[in-house]
């Protein structure tokens, strides 16, 4: 057994090394086993004498710790070592550098008594951790020394890292960042999530089809976590709920489940760069409380003896399952109480003294709900408290509403989730119970304010009765969180004035915006390295945790040796990515193109399909002879997009771009001009290559439509011009840098609004303009399909009979703005400036920014 010995370690500066170790200092200042706990329990417990440590931080001290975990961890020796064993023990070697850390930090802020902030999430999209790791310890030179003495490549073992399967999109890279800010801010943080066996899928195309596969990032294990099972907490399942009267004659309520799961803990170390600090991430596998019956296999039936096994560890099996079926639906709700479930009594009952007075819990912890998924968690912390810790209820939920605040991520209604009420009274009875109580309460707060309004009250109620009897879990999210916040100004604006408009005008100081961020450690220093040096060579290193500085840079937008500097940096991105593509998924990327990059979530809002018609318009008119091919500007179109497993219209965009792809490749008339790339199964780690080499990044929502978006910000960050609408943080981004240097495009909300309230008919646009008519008859026409008009049917009928986001009314506006990019791009010493002057304006967009907001606007809590 190995004692964690409990002391203080002083800070880390920036300049010294990340893990200083307890035998480094003065003598007087070394915690003993004995100063703790006395000379009788040191001479009874010789393994706990003397502190443990970290490894030292030098190149011999290293090597003899990788060693040591590739002969004791794994158990091979270095010459039978695979690829995978030394990846494995360099991990482990990489974590041990963190873990004195974490572990001291765990300790100290449960001593100190100070405020936590409890991330729920349901997506963490990590990507590959040993790179983070060796930036925020600052071990890489020692590192790559170490393993050249023997003989190893520390690229090599990098590539063997299988990225985390544990998010989606946006919201869960938005999660990664927050929480890496957070570290890196010295703020103590838990984040708590799910720890999926399989993700959410591994795409892949067949015949230009996307088809899901099991992500199965767990086959090879995973070095960087910390399986807890002494800690499994138990959650429970449907059942009944009963009246009782307490010891003390009060009446009560109780919860009789009839079934239950294990919530298993894994840890991981979340570290902040340079500072010290390593927080965690708490995720939760599910297990059987009674996972094999061994009478029932003896009798024969070995799949039922395995039954409650399988069963419980569906919940924590798939990021997302398929919800299209009520079998879905009840899965999705299972995997949110489950996740919460864990997280609320683990906080309460393993990060609190035992004799804590749960009145003074806001004191100590902030949960914030990202997006609605988590939002089961409210009532359950009031059962907690009513039901388990006999509160009162008025008192309970004065707690309750001041340990809550939640962001909203999306305007669209369909995304913001409703459970029907059969659903929950099947799985969650006394939930539901605890629901309808609040709901009960807040609607007489609402008549009281506003008598004789009826509908009001109607339009508030958490539970609707149309189109089915359900609870909204956007309202009670709001009518519990101490605050309500947007991602962005407009979507902020839109979240007050359209989706949740009687709540702001009720409750109108519970509203605020905190723009979100993305992190510069991943999406800057670790991804563009190229670009960091010459940054670093500009105005030093100090931008890294102070995104701010990049503003330094904006004079040497107008240095022609700095803008040439840029330019070879963007050409080395592009030559990095051509590799990785042709090793990853035999793309071969042509030399001297303007890379225009689209990549996120598929979704008819995003509009991939006018994307798509835009390359559509520009081949047909080369091939038509509509105009002169030595005119046209040379580009890459890259698409990277996952669409959801039960999205048709998602799954048809994708099927018609990778036609339109194959087709280009093959037509000698156009593929030395025009390229479509779409690799399949984008993740974070293709985005660390992709997004330094783009020159052109699309984000042409529907304005109106997206809450924020951060792909955005880390291409401008990256030195990408951006294309795009007034929609989510692309407003900010063109107000920061100007707008000479984004091509804006396309209708305003008000306008989207004004369009759609008077009637819109695609049809009459397609036959209005003739560019776009070409573009979606050559689209029906089997060009890309070897003259199968019917493949195409789906998309093309959608475009022209229902297009309910408007890409058609927009193309027009689209393709001029388009126009603008060509001209620009031929004066790559223009374009370079502008660039530049993007990064230079866009360090607002810091993770590090947005967690001092949430800190001072929301969460009140403090760095240690």
């Excluded at 040591?68 to 030394?86: I, M």
């Excluded at 749960?358 to 004191?363: F, N, S, V």
Aim: hydrophobic share 40%; proline share 5%.
């Amino acid at each position: 057994m190995i004692h964690v010995i409990e002391g203080n370690i002083p800070n880390v500066s920036e300049n010294q090394p990340f893990a200083t170790t307890l035998d480094s200092l003065p003598a007087d200042e070394t915690p003993s086993v004995e100063k703790r706990f006395g000379p009788e329990f040191a001479a009874t417990h010789p393994l706990a004498v003397g502190p443990v440590v970290s490894p030292p931080h030098s190149v011999d001290g290293f090597v003899k710790e990788f060693l040591r975990e590739l002969n004791f961890g794994t158990g091979v020796l270095l010459s039978r070592a695979t690829v995978n064993d030394q990846y494995v023990a360099l991990a482990r070697t990489v974590a041990h550098y963190l873990a004195a850390r974490w572990l001291e930090g765990g300790r100290t802020r449960r001593e100190a008594g100070v405020k936590v902030v409890g991330y729920l999430s349901a997506e963490y999209l990590l990507g590959r951790q040993l790179g983070n790791a060796l930036l925020a310890t600052g071990l890489r030179d020692i590192v790559e020394e170490g393993l050249e003495s023997c003989g190893i490549n520390l690229s090599t073992l990098r590539a063997q890292e299988v990225e985390p399967g544990l998010g989606n999109g946006g919201l869960g890279r938005l999660a990664a960042c927050f929480i890496d800010s957070l570290a890196t801010l010295n703020v103590p943080c838990i984040g708590y999530g799910i720890r999926y066996e399989y993700g959410i899928f591994r795409q892949t195309f067949v015949d230009g089809r996307q088809v899901e596969q099991p992500d199965a990032w767990l086959s090879l294990g995973s070095p960087w976590e910390f399986p807890h099972p002494e800690a499994a907490v138990q959650v429970d399942f449907g059942g009944t709920t009963e009246e009782y009267v307490d010891e003390d004659g009060t009446p009560r309520r109780r919860w009789l489940p009839s079934w239950n799961v294990l919530g298993v803990p894994y840890n991981y170390m979340v570290p902040g760069y340079h500072n010290g600090r390593v927080n965690t991430l708490r995720l939760w596998s599910a297990q059987a409380t009674k996972a094999f019956d061994l009478q029932i296999f003896n009798s024969g039936d070995y799949a039922e003896a395995v039954r409650a096994q399988t069963f419980a560890e569906n919940i924590s099996k798939v990021l997302y399952p398929e919800d299209s079926t009520p079998q879905g639906r009840e899965l999705r709700l299972q995997q949110q109480y489950f996740f919460v479930a864990c997280s609320l009594r683990d906080f309460i009952e393993r990060e609190l003294p035992a004799d804590f007075d749960l009145h003074d819990l806001p004191e100590r912890i902030i949960f914030q709900l990202n997006d609605t998924h988590p939002v089961i968690a409210v009532p359950e912390l009031m059962r907690l408290l009513v039901d388990e810790r006999k509160m009162d209820w008025d008192e309970a939920w004065a707690v309750t509403q001041k340990c809550f605040a939640y962001t909203c991520h999306t305007l669209l209604p369909e995304a913001l989730e409703v459970w029907p009420t059969e659903m929950l009274a099947k799985l969650l009875p006394r939930h539901l119970e605890i629901i309808y109580q609040i709901n009960d309460g807040f609607l007489r707060e609402v008549r009281e304010a506003f008598p004789g309004d009826e509908m009001r009250a109607r339009r508030m109620s958490i539970v609707t009765d149309y189109p089915e009897r359900a609870v909204r879990m956007a309202y009670l999210a709001t009518v519990a969180g101490a605050k309500v916040n947007g991602v962005a100004e407009l979507h902020s604006q839109l979240l007050r004035d359209k989706v949740l408009p009687d709540f702001s005008e009720y409750w109108p100081e519970k509203f605020t915006n905190v723009t979100n961020g993305v992190t510069p450690r991943r999406f800057i220093r670790l991804a563009n390295w190229n670009f960091t040096r010459l940054i670093n060579e500009t105005i030093g290193t100090g931008w890294v945790t102070d995104l701010d500085r990049l503003a330094e840079l904006e004079p040497y937008a107008e240095d022609p040796e700095f803008r040439a500097r840029f330019r070879q940096v963007k050409a080395a991105n592009k030559e990095r990515l051509a590799k990785l593509l042709v090793a990853r998924d035999g793309i071969v990327l042509p030399e001297g193109h303007l890379l225009d990059v689209m990549v996120k979530r598929l979704h008819e809002y995003k509009r991939q399909s006018m994307k798509l018609l835009h390359i559509l318009s520009t081949y047909e008119q080369i091939i038509s002879g509509a105009i002169d091919p030595a005119t046209v500007t040379p580009r890459t179109f890259v698409f990277g997009a996952k669409a959801a497993p039960g999205y048709k219209m998602a799954k048809e965009t994708i099927f018609a771009i990778n036609a339109v792809a194959a087709t280009l490749a093959a037509d000698e008339r156009t593929n030395h001009l025009l390229t479509v790339a779409f690799p399949a199964n984008y993740n974070v780690t293709l985005a660390e290559k992709l997004i330094p080499a783009a020159d052109l990044s699309e984000q042409i929502s529907l304005a109106g439509k997206e809450a924020s978006g951060t792909g955005n910000m880390k291409f401008a960050l990256n030195g990408a011009l951006t294309i795009g609408t007034d929609d989510g943080a692309n407003v900010e981004i063109r107000e920061l840098v100007g707008d000479d240097n984004f091509i804006l495009f396309g209708m305003s909300e008000p306008e989207v609004a004004d369009l759609q309230a008077r009637g819109y008919n695609p049809a009459a646009v397609y036959e209005s303009n003739p560019l776009l008519k070409r573009a979606i008859d050559l689209l029906a026409s089997g060009h890309f399909t070897e003259g199968n008009r019917d493949a195409m049917n789906p998309l093309v009928m959608d475009l022209l009979y229902n297009d309910r986001f408007l890409a058609l009314a927009d193309f027009q506006s689209y393709i001029e703005a388009q126009a603008k990019v060509d001209e620009l791009y031929a004066d790559p010493d223009a374009w370079s400036r502008k660039a530049i002057l993007n990064v230079a304006r866009t360090g607002f967009f810091s993770s590090d920014r947005s967690m001092r907001e949430y800190l001072d606007r929301i969460w009140h809590a403090k760095a240690l």
